[in-house]
T-cell receptor, first 116, second 113 residues
């Protein structure tokens, strides 16, 4: 099992360019998440998808859109990149386990994005 | 969610036990304590969780005080690969369980050879 796979690993954009970050999981998980992490700070939730066909905003959704393409894939799109979006982006997924295991998330290796 | 407080950094000698404290004095009765870690440049990794009893798995032990206002993550024989930022997170059992995890700034643990 690869777990959670993110592509690309690195990306440099110019202000105003658009791009899509890809995320796929092979664990048959229902819920998927996109976080961003700025230098020296904790992770902040951008968007999440509780199940295929649904998406909801997290705490920092402005400037981003998401698509839950199918159960495996959850993409994050920057329509017009800004320098403030320079960050490391992490995708995560969570399975169907009940009880306290609901709060166990599995993370990808991240995408390092620089917007010039 | 209950707020957590962790020391910003700690050092530990290789081979010794690393004890990472977390204060969560406002924890509610239905909230669990979770620990994750983030090794440099990698995504966070789940370690362990508990409610009120001490827990142990292949990675670590979790000791929660009787009043549940604080906890300690113990790495019994720290190795250089344990150098990471460790996050203590308190979360309830939500109705749908799809809530975000709130990562603070954590404790940067450095294992010294």
């Amino acid at each position: 099992n690869a777990g959670v796979t993110q592509t690309p690993k690195f990306q440099v954009l110019k202000t105003g360019q658009s791009m899509t970050l890809q995320c796929a999981q092979d664990m048959n998980h229902n819920s998927m998440y996109w976080y961003r992490q700025d230098p020296g700070m904790g992770l902040r939730l951008i968007y999440y998808s509780a199940s295929e066909g649904t998406t909801d905003k997290g705490e920092v959704p402005n400037g981003y859109n998401v698509s839950r393409l199918n159960k495996r894939e959850f993409s994050l799109r920057l329509e017009s990149a800004a320098p403030s979006q320079t960050s490391v982006y992490f995708c995560a997924s969570r399975g169907l386990a009940g009880g306290p295991a609901k709060n166990i998330q599995y993370f990808g290796a991240g995408t390092r994005l620089s917007v010039l | 969610d209950a707020k957590t407080t962790q020391p910003p950094s700690m050092d530990c000698a290789e081979g010794r036990a690393a004890n990472l404290p977390c204060n969560h004095s406002t924890i509610s009765g239905n909230e669990y304590v979770y620990w994750y870690r983030q090794i440099h440049s990698q995504g966070p990794q789940y370690i362990i969780h508990g409610l009120k009893n001490n827990e142990t798995n292949e990675m670590a032990s979790l000791i929660i005080t009787e009043d549940r206002k604080s906890s300690t993550l113990i790495l019994p024989h720290a190795t250089l690969r344990d150098t990471a930022v460790y996050y203590c997170i308190v979360r309830p059992l939500g109705r749908f369980g799809n809530e975000k995890l709130t990562f603070g700034t954590g404790t940067r643990l450095t294992i010294i050879p």
